[in-house]
């Protein structure tokens, strides 16, 4: 299996935190990048934050100084931690692995409702 599996969604209160998990089927040093990605009801796909294999982090602006993308190397595993969670957060949230050939792998998807 190829694809990375991701874990860690729920439902959230306004205001409160989550943290995604993704795990990746392959040594993350033959990763080129991971990220995060979500897609609300009929709304397209859109990026939240990615990390290459050197730490470099992007963010959207709508998750900036409230999301946090990190990885642990040995667990091969790339995080999102989510802080101060709003409505609009709501979505289901895919990781994507990019290798270092250039091949691209999507989780399955894991559900984030933020709602009292």
């Known amino acids: 299996q190829v694809q990375p599996v991701e874990s860690g969604g729920g439902l959230v209160q306004p205001g409160g935190s989550l943290r995604l998990s993704c795990a990746a089927s392959r040594s993350i040093f033959v990763i080129n990048a991971m990220g995060w990605y979500r897609q609300a009801p009929g709304k397209q796909r859109e990026l939240v934050a990615t990390?290459?294999?050197?730490?470099?982090?992007n963010y959207a602006d709508s998750v900036k100084g409230r999301f946090t993308i990190s990885t642990d190397n040995a667990k091969n595993t790339v995080y999102l931690q989510m802080n101060s969670l709003k409505p609009e957060d709501t979505a289901v949230y895919y990781c994507?692995?990019?290798?270092?050939?250039?091949?691209?792998?999507w989780g399955q998807g894991t559900q984030v409702t933020v709602s009292s």
């Open positions: 994507k692995t990019t290798m270092r050939g250039g091949n691209e792998y």
């Open positions: 990390i290459t294999s050197g730490g470099g982090t």
